[in-house]
């Protein structure tokens, strides 16, 4: 079963402009992670954040943590063609110590 | 050092067959997960190895899927009289501990197709 939602389910904009993707879960978590994947395959951890911070920060990318919303947000500042790809968020219950995941953004980046 | 790799990378097998697919994690890592990504959607889980500790089962579809670890190591997730549905992409992931601490290792994923 996957954790919670995440939109939009696709999202085009052309280099340089920045993209923010949203996902909701549903349960206490431990922690939050982002993943990004190429052509259906394998998954790159982009980045975590505890339960106990709001805000994070890596290179272009800056993600927010609300725990009162269930909601997270990532955000790809000044993007590439390079950075198209799908984008996951991941959540880790704080019962079960399972990471579930997201149903994932398709980010297309235009040159 | 060698990230978790899977074998084999591609699968076409017959309706009814079995499947026995392979992941090699992270040397050292405690944590071990399986998942399954159909076309298009997301990861769903499938089953989780921690430590010496008895397996999280609870993402298996059916009894014909089952998984063994070995030694703590390497895991193998065997796939009975396999059906058209259960085509997608297996993947694997390792981890140092528990999911709690910190981010997970994937595989390349093996795509399983049955015709």
């Known amino acids: 079963s996957q954790q919670g939602e995440e939109d939009p389910q696709a999202l085009s904009i052309q280099e340089g402009e920045n993209a923010t993707m949203n996902c909701s879960y549903k349960?206490?978590?431990?922690?939050l992670q982002w993943y990004r994947q190429n052509s259906g395959r394998g998954l790159v951890h982009l980045i975590l954040?505890?339960?106990?911070?709001r805000e994070k920060h890596s290179g272009r990318l800056r993600v927010t943590l609300d725990t009162s919303k269930k909601s997270s947000s990532l955000l790809i500042t000044a993007s590439r063609a390079a950075d198209t790809a799908s984008y996951f968020c991941?959540?880790?219950?704080?019962?079960?110590?399972?990471?579930?995941f997201g149903t994932g953004t398709r980010l297309q980046v235009f040159p | 050092g060698a990230g978790v790799s899977q074998s084999p990378s591609n699968k076409v097998t017959e309706k009814g067959k079995d499947v026995e697919l392979r992941c090699d994690p992270i040397?050292?890592?405690?944590?071990l997960y399986w998942y399954r990504q159909s076309l298009g959607q997301g990861l769903e889980f499938l089953i989780y190895f921690q430590g010496n500790s008895a397996p999280d089962k609870s993402g298996l579809p059916s009894d014909r899927f089952s998984a063994e670890r070995t030694g703590g190591s390497v895991s193998t997730l065997t796939i009975q009289r396999t059906q058209q549905e259960d085509s997608a992409v297996y993947l694997c992931?390792?981890?140092?501990?528990?999911?709690?601490?910190?981010?997970?290792?994937f595989g390349p994923g093996t795509r399983l197709t049955v015709l």
């Open positions: 954040i505890r339960s106990n911070e």
């Open positions: 040397s050292g890592h405690t944590a």
């Open positions: 349960t206490s978590i431990n922690n």
């Open positions: 991941a959540t880790v219950d704080v019962n079960t110590d399972k990471l579930i």
């Open positions: 992931a390792s981890s140092p501990g528990l999911a709690g601490v910190g981010e997970q290792f």
